[in-house]
């Protein structure tokens, strides 16, 4: 991917459905359902109103993430990734931060083994991840326009 590449929402769909038809180990597929791997270890932690979700991806494994229903902030803590979306390629090295709109389907491949961060809100206080994930993300365009509609 090529740094300010734009790819279309198809083409990253398109991606995605190839990654999780692939037996490739460093793509893990959970039937479009949220991913919980020991090849991408999940850290969770909270704080009052706060869920912090870290994940580790080691160096060349990529990662088709879900839609996130927030704005939201996250940190490269260590190492490079690339990440592509349908509006940019970018990559960041870490240490950096940024802010994540709604409504993204990213695409994030390890440069390096690398440790990201993302904060998000948790209002009722909740550490019941499953419950969190469905304020949290989208598993696709279709679940995410529900979620906005019914929360206008």
Not at 49 to 78: C, E, P
Request: proline content about 3%.
């Amino acid at each position: 991917m090529a740094k300010n590449e734009i790819i279309s929402r198809s083409k990253i769909l398109e991606l995605e459905k190839e990654l999780l038809k692939s037996n490739d180990q460093n793509i893990i597929s959970n039937n479009g359902n949220i991913v919980r791997s020991e090849q991408f270890p999940l850290k969770h932690s909270f704080a009052d109103s706060i869920y912090v979700r870290q994940m580790g991806m080691k160096k060349d494994s990529a990662v088709v993430g879900a839609i996130h229903n927030h704005l939201h902030v996250w940190f490269l803590l260590t190492g490079n990734i690339t990440v592509a979306t349908e509006n940019s390629t970018e990559d960041y090295v870490a240490p950096c931060y940024v802010i994540a709109t709604p409504g993204v389907k990213r695409v994030i491949y390890a440069n390096e083994d690398s440790i990201f961060v993302n904060i998000h809100k948790n209002p009722t206080n909740t550490q019941d991840l499953d419950e969190l994930e469905a304020e949290i993300v989208s598993k696709n365009y279709e679940e995410y326009e529900k979620y906005i509609n019914k929360n206008k």
